[in-house]
């Protein structure tokens, strides 16, 4: 018995991060990079995968060094572990990518400050096994990758024409520029909590006229 | 001096750190509810970019060229003190001044605009009187862009909006608004 619930509670700490618990569109954390490096599907992908990587990591050592870190400093103490492995990725995706990592710049640096890892740090692994803190990890930075995605895609498609820089459409397409900009980034994040607003008041409406 | 003008108004209006860098967005869409709320906060943010400005030269000149691995580690630690240290000097000295910024600073301590400041202008090669002219043209664009939106959002209130776009994504979608009028700017110097 115990081990079914053991079995549905990991589950679930994997799980909640994609959908019910999403970062970017439910918590709306980690904003800075969500909009500053989607303009490309590519660069929504490595900052996402840098990001996961700095996550799971931080999370592991976080939740394993939880009874020795004093609780008065373990704020300063997350912030530490964090910086470290971010160093890790600026200088390791420096070798693996020189272009991408230009391309991200400062913003690989700024992962330090991505609420989104403190707030985990502080709200789980701090609290739980290391077991627990690597799926809550992997579910949280699962969820923040698949945002990245669905605000980049739709904003290289329309900005450049391409997906992963291969060109979908013909020679006569016009690409609408402002995608690709900044404000374009602020537009896409709105309209798709726009759409999700939509969609959970449509469920609502229905569920109430289903009780009545 | 025409360079140190360049570097302020490039940071205030063309590369303005919220609406073209996306830098510190938490409290732009936290703490703007507030004309008045929203001003403090900006001045918060110019006081802190200055005390950035300053440990991130030093840093640069003193430690970091023996160390370039250590730049975000101890930029942070550096940043998030001197901050402190300045705050209970500030309680002490002028109360007034700390009653009207004091509930801020440790919030934005270290958000993304301040350690951004530090990366870019590191990245840039800025000197001390560059890198201080630069703090306050950026810190100065973080509150021209809160108190604007900041209004903004006051109006709203007012207005009879459908349920279905109220919260962030309406602020969303009027930040995207603002971002594009703060791109005619980049015209200003071209001529």
Redo the contacts between chains.
């Keep these: 018995m115990s081990e079914l619930v053991e079995k549905s509670r990991s589950s679930e700490e994997f799980l909640k991060g994609l959908w019910k618990e999403n970062p970017v569109f439910v918590a709306v954390l980690g904003m800075c990079p969500a909009l500053a490096v989607t303009n490309t599907a590519m660069n929504g992908l490595a900052m996402g995968l840098a990001t996961t990587f700095v996550l799971l990591s931080s999370s592991i050592l976080v939740s394993s060094l939880k009874s020795v870190i004093p609780k008065q400093v373990r704020i300063t103490a997350y912030v530490i572990i964090i910086a470290t492995f971010v160093t890790v990725v600026d200088f390791g995706l420096a070798a693996i990518s020189p272009a991408i990592h230009k391309e991200l710049g400062a913003f690989i640096a700024l992962i330090v400050v991505n609420c989104l890892i403190l707030g985990r740090q502080e709200a789980f692994a701090s609290k739980n096994t290391i077991g627990l803190s690597v799926l809550d990890a992997l579910g949280m930075s699962a969820g923040f990758t698949f945002a990245m995605l669905c605000i980049s895609i739709p904003r290289e498609i329309l900005g450049s024409g391409t997906l992963f820089n291969m060109p979908l459409f013909g020679e006569s397409f016009e690409p609408w520029v402002i995608m690709i900009l900044p404000p374009g980034g602020f537009f896409m994040l709105g309209f798709l909590l726009l759409g999700f607003n939509w969609y959970a008041q449509k469920r609502k409406e229905r569920n109430l006229i289903k009780q009545n | 001096m025409d360079n140190l003008i360049w570097i302020f108004v490039s940071a205030l209006l063309i590369n303005n750190f919220t ?8 409290p732009f ?1 936290g703490v703007s509810g507030k004309l008045d709320t929203a001003f403090r906060l900006g001045l918060a943010n110019i006081f802190v970019m200055l005390i950035t400005a300053l440990s991130a030269y030093a840093l640069n000149t003193w430690v970091l060229v023996y160390a370039p ?1 250590l ?3 101890s930029f ?2 550096v940043i ?1 003190s001197s901050v402190q240290f300045v705050e209970m000097a500030l309680k002490k000295l002028s109360p007034d001044l700390f009653k009207a910024l004091g509930i801020f600073l440790p919030l934005i301590t ?3 605009a301040i ?2 400041l530090a ?2 202008s590191t ?1 840039k090669g800025y000197g001390f009187v560059e890198g201080m002219i630069y703090a306050l043209g950026a810190g100065g664009g973080v509150t021209l862009a809160l108190v604007l939106f900041a209004g903004i959002r006051e109006e709203t209130r007012i207005l009879n909006i459908p ?3 109220k ?7 009027i ?3 603002m ?2 009028a703060f ?1 005619g700017f980049a015209g200003l110097f071209s001529s």
């Design positions: 609406l073209s860098y996306f830098l510190g967005l938490c869409l691995y730049r975000l580690i942070i630690i998030a270290t958000n993304c350690l951004g990366l870019f990245n349920n279905v776009i919260g962030t994504a309406l602020n969303l979608i930040a995207g608004i971002s594009m791109m």
